[in-house]
């Protein structure tokens, strides 16, 4: 009788062991009554604005050049090494022509806006133009050749003259310098290195060279 009593108590205990724990019920929570904030957007940042480059005339660039002043083939010209076979030829296209047409047979000093068309061709629009101050400037004069003969200079071999046989300057050649008298025969043009004569109030021009006109 007690074993079965004791076999009955198993069994319960087995059973409520086995029996399914109930889920507890979930507390409700209260409805939250704060109004929600916006996110704030973000402000993008300005993009920079592009470095723009140095820019220059449409014509061409600013420089400042040097060089004998003349007409080649009725246009004006600014001669640079005008006596080497690298020689460059500004052509002048504009600006203040006549500025630089006062300096005509002398090397001048010219500011203005440049454009290249080769290495020995190039153009000038002249802004300003001032006599060269180098102590070896080049200038260019045209008249007939004469010898000298006695004179008050003492200086000189020949003489450059005018159609109206008024003196223009004096002549001299160095060593190595062109043949003056194979020059007489007609009107010429000179380039070389002018100077004040040591006698007299004249001029004396160390000739470099000489062509035919």
Known sequence: ???GILLCGLVLCCVAACAPVPTPTATPRPASTRTPQPVPTATPLPTPAPVSSPT?????????????????????????????KSRIT???????AEMLKRLLGETA?????????GPYLKEIKVQDAEPSTAEERLSMRAGYIKELGPSIYMQGSHVLM??????ICLLATGE?????????????????????TVE????????QSVDLE
């Open 90 to 96: 500004y052509l002048v296209k504009g600006g203040d």
């Open 109 to 117: 000093r010219v500011t203005g806006v440049i454009v290249d068309r």
């Open 162 to 167: 005018d159609r109206e046989g008024q003196i």
């Open 56 to 84: 220059t005339s449409p014509w061409g660039q600013a420089g400042q050049v040097e060089g004998l002043v003349l007409i080649l083939d009725g246009e004006l010209i600014l001669g640079v090494d005008w006596l080497s």
């Open 176 to 196: 190595g310098g062109p043949d003056l008298d194979r020059y007489m025969s007609g009107r010429v043009v000179v380039i070389g290195f002018m100077d004040k």
């Open 1 to 3: 009788m007690a074993r």
């Open 200 to 207: 007299g109030d004249a001029q004396i021009m160390t000739v």
